[in-house]
């Protein structure tokens, strides 16, 4: 018997609320690199630097009335300390990153975010103004979108994070965060979105009533 449970698993299509309909398919599917959001959205060598200072810091500090090995025995509460929330900070990036899923299909950029509390973000090519592209050393990296503001979409830059822009707030940019091989998905979305809104879109409106015609 299996034991396995997928807690998305009333997704009719992984990362996505509802079927793709007529004509749309899934180009590609990704999830951010926990490690690397760690480092970058939870900003953990910045913390785990922060609490080396404190402790280097109290180690001076009490050598002047005791001895060095006295001083720094008590100022290793600040290394036990940080190591607690550098682990800490290294869960939330393994579960955040377990819960999401980036969708490019030929028709928009999907996102499902949010570990505690979930919501997909549909952005369709067509309100998509530009796409900002950082890479890494490593080959990851982000792909910040850039909306129409005239689409009518806006954001909340603290229910969306870390899948934005970093302090880009006004307006908030939707991002596919620390991606593996980030090059590759942004010639991937690149093509899609150029072959999408190249695409002409037909409107029908009704045409006026015809009067009825008398009998013969």
């Known amino acids: 018997m299996s034991h396995d449970h997928d807690d998305f698993q009333t997704e009719p299509v992984r990362g996505l ?5 007529d ?14 959001l760690a480092k970058e959205s939870l900003s953990l060598w910045w913390v785990a630097g ?12 009490g050598a002047a009335t005791e001895s060095w090995i ?16 550098c682990l800490l900070l290294l869960a939330v990036a393994v579960i955040q ?23 997909t973000l549909n952005l369709p090519f067509v309100q998509i103004r530009n796409a900002t592209l950082a890479v890494r050393k ?3 990296g982000n792909i910040a979108l850039e909306m129409n503001p005239e ?39 690149s093509e899609a979105a150029e072959t999408a809104v190249s695409q002409p879109v037909i409107t029908r409106t009704p045409g006026p009533a015809m009067a009825p015609h008398p009998a013969e």
């Open 138 to 140: 490593n080959g990851s």
């Open 70 to 85: 006295t001083s720094a025995t008590a100022a290793s509460f600040f290394l036990v300390l940080g190591a607690i929330v």
């Open 50 to 61: 922060y609490f080396v200072i404190l402790f280097a810091w109290r180690t001076v500090g």
């Open 23 to 36: 004509g749309e398919h899934i180009l590609w599917q990704g999830q951010p690199n926990w490690w690397a």
């Open 151 to 189: 689409g009518g979409m806006t954001f909340s830059y603290i229910l969306t994070w870390p899948h934005v822009r970093p302090w880009k707030m006004t307006p908030v940019q939707p991002s596919l965060r620390c991606i593996n091989d980030v090059k590759a998905v942004a010639d991937i979305l």
């Open 97 to 119: 990153a377990k819960a999401t899923v980036y969708t490019i299909t030929n028709k928009r950029v999907a996102m499902r975010i949010g570990a505690a509390l979930t919501m």
């Open 17 to 21: 609320p509802q079927n793709l309909p």
